[in-house]
């Protein structure tokens, strides 16, 4: 019988440190030396998703190309609150342009870098849902197309946080925003890592704020890929999406372990690994804690629109395969 | 420096807007009252000793431990562990395995030969009168705070009841006298065969300053029996302390023990040991009702320990006794009914209780004693100044574990008391309740438990029972601790601040929070695994 060591860490790499972990399989958060690419004083509101994504992606890719990085930022809650004008909260080099044009920008410095010979320095590009799902399109999925030389991070909050939580194309079915008041109706959706599995490159993930480790490890390796990457992170809106400012993550948990929010691997469009729910939960525990769906449970409870969200989350788990055998 | 059109401002960081403005609630890190700590009798730190364990680093766990508890290897196996009750992780699957770990430091220690550290002598000298667990704790403690300690014990040797009442398959006097020699090793002197008969004399002509009582309760108490002339009739504590004499006791092939506490299962498993082909325990109410710890009963009974329950003995004969049914009344109390059976016996052992022999308190003025026990203050000290008195000889809980801490809690009054001053305990956290957690961060694992014996040896010789954990299996029990509501530098509060308002100060020295940066979302104090941090209204 061949020697098998225990090895139990007290909380594994559920934590984002651990003291007991040797130190080559701790992660770049928990280092004392992280580049904090995105900086205090900005004013993202208290316990902004947005902001705690953007810097555990960020760090993440710096940490991966030691420090040789260029973002572009697309229009939105993560680029007005990190540069009123004269502050930045970046650490990096970072430029803004539009709305849409983001991924267009960045395939401009990476067709510069290409020619300057640089193919050292990495390019990323950011938005939130509103400029990469509706005004952004375009211009990315060109990018794809191209299979140009970067990657691509939607940080989803799931409407317009910055100009007063109006619908995008990525606001769930059943959520109230300003400008669906009685709350968004059951679309289609647009199903972007799905779109962007569709154009066929190199690496498609998605991850959220409540899963650091996986989130680093899906950065680290999209930044080792040549081509066009696209990683969706889900981060919560404590203003938009009415919950407490501490319970970000605890929501974006939820989210994953009821199977709403499929969190996966994808490679030339093949899904090639799928991060399994702990617990399988109600969507009723994702959806009570936030007043975008109160109307779901008051004056009466709306049984058949969280039917509906239900079959939505099982569909989920039998397509990614989302709960263990 | 000329700017490019409408740009009249130079670029500046972000770190001039001090969002700290915003806050509203402010976030504290604190240290919370683990439950194992609150339920245990001795006082042990065992979520701070864990912590070393959890690294590996056995013998400062062991040096953190025995500040409280100079007897890691015999509560390892003798200490009844209210800890594991209270344990939060019972919440989530199983309590951590405290008991087994600290059996596991004990040992590690004894194997590797760890001592002590002296403390210089300061004048004083205190007598300690009985070298039981209270005793050897007092003097333990004593003796560290710097006071010269001697130890009078009416036995031929020390341990009281950890030797003359807990059998050896559940205490090997190896490790029972390793750790009394260590304890000695600190310059403690033990009288034994010195039995105290007038106190007040001997402190006099000792010039001892203060004495620490701690003779326990070793007289077994009687209950009426009308019994014919041959039936051998004993006393548990009797017949427990001759298995430690040169002839074990003789109770025939047919023993009743006679109660229903830990002493009547330690005497019914004993003569099964020796050779007993009936061992049967006779208790007037039901196991639901018995003071003995089910899993002691469980073992017992594995090892064919017969009960009768609800059962009395009303009368003894030649070679049997005559056994009446009880039935529980509403109120719980067993009433007779007079239906009655005949049991076949060569022996009857009394497991009833036992009483403290308070022969040498008389003459000691101010003294109080109160059904059977000697009366002390918050302090632990008797009516009579300079007389501390602790263990089974006061009121409580008379085990190995609640002597334990009398003795340490008497040592740190006494060391008050004989510099004129008053022990002021150090006030300890709020609780960290299980709903102070976010036991969503911690593994999944469940809890190891230790090997027994076999069992036909188990019924044949008095080797122990119930194995130790090896290290890598100690290791793993250690790491399962949540580490409830104190820091274990697990990094969340500093991964997960949007704001990069927590301040990681290196390995062993936490974090802290800046102030400036920090809006009070209160993700830090959600997030924290342990609980950790508390969110505290800001004064405006």
């Known amino acids: 019988m061949t020697f098998q060591p225990v090895k139990f860490y007290q909380t594994g790499t559920f934590t984002v440190g651990n003291r007991l972990l040797p130190a080559e399989t701790r992660s770049v958060q928990a280092n004392m030396r992280r580049t904090n690419s995105l900086n205090s004083g900005h004013r993202a509101c208290q316990g902004c998703g947005e902001a705690l994504g953007a810097r555990y992606a960020i760090d993440a890719a710096m940490h991966a190309t030691e420090n040789r990085l260029i973002a572009a930022n697309a229009t939105g809650c993560l680029e007005v609150f ?60 060109g990018m794809f197309e191209r299979n140009d030389d970067v990657l691509y991070i939607c940080y989803d909050n799931e409407a317009y946080m910055n100009t007063g939580v109006q619908r995008s194309s990525a606001t769930p079915p059943a959520a109230r925003t300003a400008t669906t008041t ?95 729910i702990r617990k399988k939960l109600p969507v009723t525990d994702y959806l009570k804690p936030q007043r975008r769906f109160a109307h779901l449970f008051s004056p009466e409870v709306r049984t058949d629109l969280i039917a509906r969200i239900q079959e939505g989350a099982d569909r989920n788990v039998r397509k990614f395969g989302l709960i263990e055998n | 420096m000329r700017k490019p059109f409408a740009i009249t401002l130079d670029p500046g960081s972000s770190l001039a807007n001090h969002t700290g403005t915003w806050r509203t609630l402010r976030p504290e890190y604190v240290d919370r009252l683990p439950p194992c700590n609150a339920a245990c009798p001795a006082g042990e730190n065992i979520q701070g000793w864990l912590w070393h364990a959890e690294c590996g680093d056995y013998e400062a766990a062991w040096r953190l431990l025995t500040e409280q508890n100079p007897l890691p290897a015999t509560m390892g196996r003798v200490c009844y562990n209210p800890c594991e009750s209270a344990c939060n992780r019972g919440a989530l699957d199983e309590a951590v395995g405290i008991n087994s770990i600290e059996r596991f430091l004990g040992d590690e220690a004894i194997k590797r030969g760890w001592q002590f550290e002296k403390n210089e002598l300061n004048g004083k000298r205190v007598l300690v009168v009985g070298a039981g667990p209270t005793g050897l704790s007092a003097a333990y403690h004593l003796a560290r705070l710097g006071h010269q300690v001697q130890v009078r014990e009416a036995g031929p040797l020390a341990g009281g009841m950890m030797r003359f009442g807990i059998p050896k398959y559940r205490l090997p006097r190896d490790v029972l006298d390793a750790e009394i020699a260590r304890i000695l090793a600190l310059g403690i002197e033990l009288k034994l065969n010195a039995k105290v008969t007038n106190l007040l004399e001997e402190k006099k002509n000792g010039n001892f300053d203060a004495v620490f009582l701690g003779v326990g309760a070793h007289i077994g108490k009687r209950a009426y029996i009308p019994a014919g002339t041959s039936m051998r009739m004993l006393d548990a504590v009797s017949v427990l302390r001759s298995m430690e004499g040169e002839a074990p006791p003789l109770l025939g092939r047919r023993v009743v023990v006679y109660g229903g506490g830990n002493t009547a299962l330690d005497v019914a498993r004993t003569a099964k040991r020796l050779g007993a082909t009936e061992s049967i325990i006779v208790y007037r109410r039901t196991r639901e009702k018995m003071p003995a710890h089910d899993f002691e009963l469980e073992e ?20 049997s006794i005559l056994v009446e049914k009880m039935r529980l009344d509403a109120t719980g109390f067993p009433q007779p009914t007079g239906e009655y059976e005949t049991l076949e016996t060569d022996s009857v052992v ?56 009398h003795g340490k809690k008497a040592a740190r009054h006494i060391d008050a008391w004989l510099r004129a001053t008053a022990y002021e305990k150090k006030p300890s956290g709020e609780p960290a309740s299980f709903d102070r957690l976010n036991p969503w961060y911690y593994s999944d694992a469940p809890k190891i438990v230790r090997p027994q014996l076999d069992l036909i040896r188990r019924q044949s010789t008095f080797d122990e029972v119930v194995g130790g954990l090896g290290e ?8 399962r601790c949540l580490s409830c509501g104190n820091c274990f530098e697990c990094d969340n509060c500093y991964g997960v601040c949007p704001d990069n308002a927590v301040i990681k100060r290196g390995p062993g ?11 009070g979302c209160g993700l830090c104090a959600a997030e924290c695994p342990c609980g950790a941090i508390r969110m505290v209204p800001e004064a405006l």
């Open chain 1, 82 to 141: 990190s540069t009123p004008y004269p502050e930045t909260s970046w650490q990096i080099p970072w430029i803004h342009s539009l709305f849409g044009n983001a991924a267009a920008v960045a395939t401009g410095i990476a067709a510069a870098l290409k020619v300057k010979g640089r193919s050292d320095v990495r390019v990323i590009a950011q938005g939130g849902d509103g400029g990469t799902t509706d005004i952004g399109f375009a211009c990315l999925s």
């Open chain 2, 350 to 405: 009394l497991a009833l209780g036992q009483d403290v022999d308070l022969g040498l308190l008389d003459g000691v003025p101010g003294l109080e004693v109160k059904d059977g026990s000697v009366q002390i203050g918050a302090n632990m000290m008797t009516g009579h100044p300079g007389v501390f008195a602790g263990g089974d000889m006061v009121p409580g809980e008379r085990t190995v574990t609640v002597a334990v801490g």
């Open chain 2, 509 to 519: 020295k936490r974090y802290e929070f800046n102030y400036d940066y920090c809006k």
């Open chain 2, 472 to 479: 890598r299996n100690a290791l793993f029990e250690a790491r």
């Open chain 2, 300 to 319: 017992a009974l594995q090892e064919g320990v017969m009960v009768k329950w609800l059962s009395t003995i009303k009368q003894a004969g030649e070679s």
């Open chain 1, 182 to 276: 009685l709350g968004n109706s059951f679309n289609q959706g647009k199903n972007l890592p799905w779109i962007a599995m569709a154009h066929g490159i190199p690496y498609v993930a998605t991850a959220t704020i409540a899963e650091l480790r996986d989130l680093e490890a899906k950065v680290e390796r999209a930044m080792h890929v040549r081509g066009a990457r696209y990683l969706h992170i889900f981060v919560s809106c404590p203003l938009g999406w009415g919950h407490p400012a501490d319970q970000s993550i605890r929501i974006a948990r939820l989210a994953k372990e009821t199977g709403l929010f499929p969190v996966f691997e994808a490679e030339h469009g093949e899904v090639t690994s799928v991060s399994k």
